[in-house]
């Protein structure tokens, strides 16, 4: 009978090792793919690309495309990244993609430095900042748009022979877009900062068109979709006075100009908010100015306490301590809308990165309804969900594509999803591409590496289908924040 005993119990303990040790093998295999990641988070901007590729391409079955952009205004709207699994240039996400990269190359110098992927990340960063230059050739012009949205994503084309139209379109003093501009003076400012250490003339020319579009966006007052109306069937702004907060913030930080931060003292602060994305940057004003106050570099006042106070409220409701918190899934993940869910958790991770360095520096700490937060806390919840994202969740996926070995085959993405025009140079029509392509159940001939899909539902159920747009498609939005969150985690 004892002997019996001892065996049950030597097995019981045989079978907890057991389980240790493969959830700690689980753990150590998602702690190497960090590297892995953040090399491919940069290689997936390279596939992104749109015009003529450079010499040092990595992403070798990309080709060359949309070389007329901008013919049809009389202006070289040539470069840029297409958005997402399309072949269209919108330049609200793409702006804002733009600062997220610069926030990330500002914030994690040192780490990208590290792992030798500095070069690469300020490469990314310049593709969308030689183009966001060339779509404002005028103070008061701003190139938004490239690509008719509907007809593009009625033809399943590869980018590099696609004949679809590609009409240019654009704001001006008749026909104002203050989110627009003011998200891509962000842009150009904090750019500014992420190459000053390295090209200090280029960064005079981004503080240039970043102060011009500040200006601009101030005195045409207005949404861009009014002007841009097709970009509202995609992209529409739920208003403007975001982007200038956070576009005075950034040029608050690259310029220490007091005009800036006179700007943010006498606007609203946006009060709690419950997303950081493409559509609100309350957030991310809110972060920068509590950047400030942490670090002593402004006088203390009720309104800098308030973005403080909101930055922080969003923090806690992320960490579960606050009083209106993020919904999570069963298997960790933070959950914020279905479409493209981890766009919003990506960026709200940057958010808890960037405030856990500025927590350290300062040696504080956040008091949350429900407790207290560390740095610490807020560096462990980040590393969680990049650690869900790269595998350690209940479908054992990562949902970054080329990282591991099960992760999304058939991601909704055109130029991944057709034979390369290299291997075959066939044109694909309009809709041949959708008969030979789209509807194929094969996985895509073209992996995608680094590109991050829209992500699994609240129940942490993911379809790995072309067709499921909302979950299968992977956006630049999504991938630039974490750019920065995998160097620091790494």
């Known amino acids: 009978m004892s002997q019996l005993k001892n065996g049950s119990s030597q097995c019981l303990w045989t079978s907890i090792c057991i389980v240790l040790i493969v959830m700690s093998m689980a753990r150590e295999a998602v702690s190497t793919n960090y590297g892995e990641a953040l090399r491919n988070s940069l290689l997936y901007f390279e596939a992104q690309r749109s015009g003529k590729l450079p010499l040092n391409q990595r992403v070798t079955w990309r080709g060359d495309s949309a070389l007329r952009d901008g013919s049809d ?21 793409l702006a804002f993609t733009t600062t997220m990269l610069a926030w990330s190359n500002i914030e994690m110098a040192s780490q990208l430095r590290a792992h030798h992927e500095k070069g690469n990340s300020l490469r990314a960063l310049k593709w969308a900042t030689d183009y966001l230059i060339k779509a404002h050739p005028e103070p008061n012009i701003l190139y938004g748009q490239v690509g008719e949205g509907n007809s593009d994503h009625k ?15 654009r704001i001006d003093a008749q026909h104002p877009g203050s989110d627009l501009a003011g998200e891509t003076a962000a842009a150009m400012a904090a750019a500014s900062i992420a190459f000053a250490p390295s090209d200090k003339a280029y960064a005079n020319i981004l503080i240039g068109h970043a102060k011009d579009l500040f200006a601009f966006a101030k005195g045409h007052p207005g949404v861009y979709q009014k002007s841009i109306p097709n970009a509202g069937g995609f992209y529409a702004s739920s208003g403007y006075e975001d982007e200038l907060l956070w576009a005075a913030a950034w040029l608050h930080r690259a310029t220490n100009d007091q005009i800036y931060l006179d700007y943010l003292t006498q606007a609203e602060t ?34 800098i306490t308030e973005y403080k106070s909101m930055a922080e409220h969003f923090i806690c409701n ?101 034979v390369s025009i290299h291997k075959d140079k066939t044109p694909v029509t309009c809709s041949g591409g959708f008969n030979a392509w789209f509807n194929n159940p094969a996985p895509n001939p073209n992996v995608l590496a680094g590109a991050v899909v829209g992500g699994p539902d609240d129940k942490d159920v993911y379809g790995d289908e072309r067709t499921n747009f909302q979950q299968a498609e992977p956006a630049t939005v999504t991938a630039a924040p974490l750019v920065g969150v995998l160097a620091l985690v790494a």
């Open 155 to 169: 033809c399943w084309m590869r980018p590099e022979d696609m004949t679809t139209p590609r009409p240019s379109f």
């Open 270 to 303: 946006g009060g709690p908010r419950t997303v950081f994305a493409w559509d609100d940057k309350f957030v991310g004003a809110q972060v920068l100015v509590a950047k400030l106050a942490l670090e002593g570099k402004v006088e203390s006042s009720e309104e």
């Open 73 to 93: 205004a009389h202006i070289d709207l040539t470069g840029g990244y297409y958005d997402a699994g399309d072949n269209m240039k919108f330049g609200f996400p």
């Open 318 to 418: 992320c960490a579960q301590k606050g009083d209106n918190n993020v919904k999570k899934t069963p298997g960790g993940l933070l959950y914020f809308l279905p479409w493209n869910n981890l766009q919003y958790t990506t960026a709200a991770t940057f958010v808890l990165s960037a405030y856990s360095k500025y927590l350290e520096a300062a040696k504080a700490s956040i008091n949350c309804p429900d407790g207290a937060l560390q740095a610490s806390d807020l560096l462990h919840l980040a590393r969680s969900q990049v650690d869900y994202i790269l595998g350690s969740n209940p479908k054992n996926m990562s949902y970054m594509v080329g990282v591991g070995t099960n992760y999304p085959k058939k991601p909704h993405h055109r130029a991944a999803s057709i």
